[in-house]
Nanobody, 120 residues
Framework: QVQLVESGGGLVQAGGSLRLSCVAS????????MGWYRQAPGKQRELVAG???????RYADSVKGRFTISRDNAKTTVYLEMNSLKPEDTAVYYC??????????????WGKGTLVTVSS
């Protein structure tokens, strides 16, 4: 099992910034990937950004140029730097942990989520 603990959500005005963090612990495996997904009310969960063990990244088109995903050297913590936030970024953000093919098959483990609210 892998445990994930997210932090950093909150309320911010449009145009502002937030930084999310997620720490993974437990049975960490190699060739892994971590990522951030979000789910807004009435919508499906969607990939926001992902990063593999060798630092390959993917972003949703809606956040490219505004969000940046990164990992620490130990590869157990992933960050999501969110800039120029928009009201449509409001959602519960979930941290995920899985294999390098996560983009096709999803993540194996999930955090409990952290709420990001962007006011207009």
């Amino acid at each position: 099992q892998v445990q994930l603990v997210e932090s950093g959500g909150g309320l911010v005005q449009a145009g502002g910034s937030l930084r999310l963090s997620c720490v993974a612990s437990g049975n960490i495996f190699s060739m892994n990937a971590m990522g951030w997904y979000r789910q807004a009310p009435g919508k499906q969960r969607e990939l926001v950004a992902g990063i593999t063990y060798d630092d390959n990244t993917r972003y949703a088109d809606s956040v490219k140029g505004r969000f940046t995903i990164s990992r620490d050297n130990a590869k157990t913590t992933v960050y999501l730097e969110m800039n120029s936030l928009k009201p449509e970024d409001t959602a519960v953000y979930y941290c995920g942990y899985g294999r390098v093919w996560y983009y096709y098959y999803g993540m194996d483990y999930w955090g409990k989520g952290t709420l990001v609210t962007v006011s207009s």
